[in-house]
């Protein structure tokens, strides 16, 4: 059974850090894409950052690039964004994602979020 359980969201002031980890089990970082999406207040759901399994290239969405950094650990089965320069409408839910393939518009497995709010 797939797992992935977030944490080390919080309340940053604008201009701060935080980075959240995801712990996952059930399954090997080898055949699925993994990544990070986010859902704020009054909007849907977007894509921030995606690893794709085939070539192990890295997915940022435009308004994240060069601020935020995703990683993984194989070993300890986590994967982490680093984000940095936050601003106000980074606030969201952020969720840990694993995905088919190199599927990483359609994630399979979610989950529950951590709370991200950023102020100014």
């Known amino acids: 059974e797939v797992q992935l359980v977030e944490s080390g969201g919080g309340l940053v002031q604008a201009g701060g850090s935080l980075r959240l980890s995801c712990a996952t089990s059930g399954f090997t970082f080898d055949d699925y894409a993994i990544g990070w999406w986010r859902e704020a207040p009054g909007k849907e759901r977007e894509g921030v950052s995606c690893i794709r399994s085939s070539d192990g290239s890295t997915y940022y969405e435009d308004s994240v690039k060069g601020r935020f950094t995703m990683s993984t650990n194989s070993a300890k089965n986590a994967i982490y964004l680093q984000m940095n320069s936050l601003k106000p409408e980074d606030t969201a839910v952020y969720f840990c994602?694993?995905?088919?393939?190199?599927?990483?518009?359609?994630?399979?497995?979610w989950g529950k979020g951590t709370q991200v709010t950023v102020y100014s």
């Open positions: 994602i694993a995905a088919y393939s190199d599927d990483c518009i359609n994630p399979a497995f």
